[in-house]
């Protein structure tokens, strides 16, 4: 691989996971929604980011020029070989957690795709582009809940906080950069992401005072899958992901 | 002598309702019916509701642990437009002057019924080929045949229903064929899914014709078109088939091609397995509506903070 294929690598691998996990969370409301309607939207979210992830690794498979397929990518690399963001492994607790963990991660990626749509780079512009209108519904599905829920009962008030609250913390590796980031933003391929955090927050300060909530304290933040360092919950989701993949390594499905 | 009179119009009514309905003719919402007939659809459609709904639980089993991107894909999409034949059913039956409340009360209390199939487990990735192969394609055969039944809004909910089943039959059938052309414990896999499923699937078209309880009724009103066993040959006649081609044996010692009639003969059902699962002691009959109570209640709360902030919206604008 030459230097910015890598680098190109690095980045595609690093989306590619985001929307992997994330839709893997989601999937798992399947038969466990509150409503049937809301077990189909949040199904539907999943189906999105496969289809983004497939998008991703493709590109991934491409770059690394080794033969290999998008389900190699998804199915073949171990707990620290993956680089998505800390917050989208985390459980969906209850609708609340997981309303919380969408409108955060929807709305950076809201800000995110619609820089990356002006990419040197054609196929993550194209990805982008295609993502973006997804990524709008999935923000305003986000957004209505928070909403819903915030000024709902007493309870669903409490419970949104709550998870506010708690997934704050994991909020702010998704404006961290490295050295993929700062040699790919030189060649005008990936996206300033220190650019994007007053907008984010601003963002979500607006919907939370309509939600009659309040923002978060910044108390600490928790990084670590710029370097595929996890929680322990990732190692989980792998375990279920992959088992039919490692335990038949030679059968296609 | 008024009550003579409203007897007299309602036989009147029953008569050119039947009448009507015999000339092959739709039955709207708005429409007079008897109340035999709405009670039979109201359990017949909301039983086809819990049927979708419940049966998304055996396949949300598998989603997880989906072995390629495209098989994950594929069966989440399955399953949700499964979900969306729920509430489109679950809309149909609302025309009837139930509510999905009501309904879901039914379901949970054991009251209403669902598919006897998905008291079935899903053990192996094998399963989710045969769902989709075998008991999409055993309830195709029904749907297909309601299509043309007497009530407009059940009607049209499975002209549009079967569409996307026989998109589903398809893709299990070629879950099935791929672990056929694969590794010997694909085969084998398949081969166990197969042997599994079969049986329940021929168990989904209901007793034989002389012991289905509701059929006569049914038939008048033109609700039903064909009988059970009717059915079910045709469903035998064409998955026989499919198995040979790739390679899958029928579960069935019994099982063989008869000349004169043009069908297969089969072997016999267990019926008191049926009748067993029916009666809530099959495999996971209390799993799957304690999974579907405990899913409604962990809800509650977001339901009814949805409430909440619709009535304050109401208010503000009012």
Sequence with gaps: MTDINQLKYSYSLRLGDNAWILSHRLAEWCSNGPILEEDLALTNLALDLIGRAQGFYKYAAELEGKGKSEDDIAYRRNERQYFNNLIMEMPNGNFADTIARQ?????????FFRELKNSKDETFAALAAKTLKEVKYHMAHAADWTIRLGDGTEESHKKMQKALNELWMYTGELFEMNDVDSELMAQ??????????????????????EATLAQPEDIYMQTGSRQGIHTEHLGHILGDMQYLQRAYPDAKW | MNNENTALAQDERLRSFEEYVGEGKAIEPRDWMPEGYRSHLIRQISQHAHSEVIGMQPE??????????RAKQILLAKIQDEGGHGLYLYSAAETLGISREEMLEQLQTGKAKYSNIFNYPSLTWADIGAIGWLVDGAAIVNQVSLQRTSYGPYSRAMVRICKEESFHQRQGYEIMANMMKGTPEQREMAQDAMNRWWWPSLMMFGPHDGDSPHSADAF?????????????QKFIDKTVQQAEVIGLTIPDADLKWNEETGHYDHGEINWDEFYRVIKGNGPLNKQRIAHHIKAHEEGAWVREAAQAYKQKQAQKYN
């Design chain 1, 103 to 111: 409108l955060y991660v929807s709305v950076f990626e809201y800000y």
């Design chain 1, 188 to 209: 005008g391929v990936s996206v300033d992401l220190s650019m994007l955090k007053p907008k984010w927050e601003q963002h979500i300060i607006d919907v939370l005072k």
């Design chain 2, 60 to 69: 949300g089993n598998w989603i997880t642990r989906a072995p390629s991107i």
């Design chain 2, 220 to 232: 008048r009103w033109k609700i039903k078109r064909h009988s059970n066993d009717e059915l079910r």
